[in-house]
């Protein structure tokens, strides 16, 4: 079954710390995959695709075909960079619909 | 330009009675999405319209949830009987053209309380 995994419920770290969001995703063939973001009472909305390859508000993702992952990081975390951050994935067949993970929640700690 | 909008807000209703979303989606996009979110978990598609036609709706209850998009453009989403574990957040999303590579974009969603 296609799935994303998102193993951290919450997670916390310092301003200025390094970021890492892990995203691991079950599927057999070559997805589209997409990093979205909530922050505090603002609507979901999409932070980068893979196939950008592009760098928003310094978070960077790389595939990762041989470990199936997607990885968010950010190099310095800011207190702005709080919110809830879900991983999906289209597998660009058929519909092309979304598989978005749990979710992990980012709280950056002044 | 103006974002996806949805309506109401909030519902709370008593199980077994009925309940209607509406969603209207960013000007121009073919492509509308239904989403239910239940706390602690991430979005799932319960159905997407291309146009005015159903592209996807395998993960939507048919027992008891109807969506219709008449004239490809503005939704609505319906619950008849609404049972308990349907409390969640209904989110309408919307996109260009519907590609694996597109953008969607989410209106507020409606939290629904079912008791």
């Known amino acids: 079954a296609q799935r994303v995994t998102q193993p951290e419920k919450l997670l916390s770290v310092f301003k200025g710390a390094p970021v890492e969001l892990k995203c691991n995703y079950s599927?057999?063939?070559?997805?589209?995959l997409f990093w979205y973001v909530q922050y505090s009472r603002q609507r979901l909305q999409l932070l980068l695709r893979?196939?950008s390859r592009e760098s928003i508000k310094g978070f960077t993702a790389d595939l990762n075909k041989g470990e199936t992952s997607f990885h968010l990081k950010k190099p310095f975390a800011q207190e702005e960079d709080s919110a809830m951050y879900y991983c999906?994935?289209?597998?660009?067949?058929?519909?092309?619909?979304?598989?978005f993970g749990k979710g992990t929640k980012l709280s950056v700690i002044p | 330009e103006a974002g996806v909008a949805q309506s109401p807000r909030y519902k709370i209703i008593e199980k077994r009675q009925s309940v209607a979303f509406w969603c209207n989606p960013i000007s121009g996009h073919a492509t509308l999405y239904w989403y239910q979110q239940i706390l602690g978990q991430g979005p799932k598609l319960l159905i997407q319209?291309?146009?005015?036609?159903?592209?996807?709706d395998s993960q939507l209850p048919k027992d008891r949830f109807s969506a219709e998009r008449l004239k490809g453009v503005d939704s609505t989403l319906k619950i008849q009987p609404a049972k308990l574990e349907d409390s969640a957040v209904y989110l309408c999303?919307?996109?260009?053209?519907?590609?694996?590579?597109?953008?969607?974009?989410f209106g507020p969603g409606t939290r629904l309380t079912v008791l």
């Open positions: 893979h196939i």
């Open positions: 599927y057999s063939g070559s997805p589209e």
């Open positions: 999906a994935f289209s597998t660009g067949a058929g519909s092309y619909q979304l598989t």
């Open positions: 319209f291309q146009n005015n036609g159903v592209v996807d």
């Open positions: 999303a919307s996109s260009l053209y519907g590609g694996a590579t597109d953008t969607q974009y």
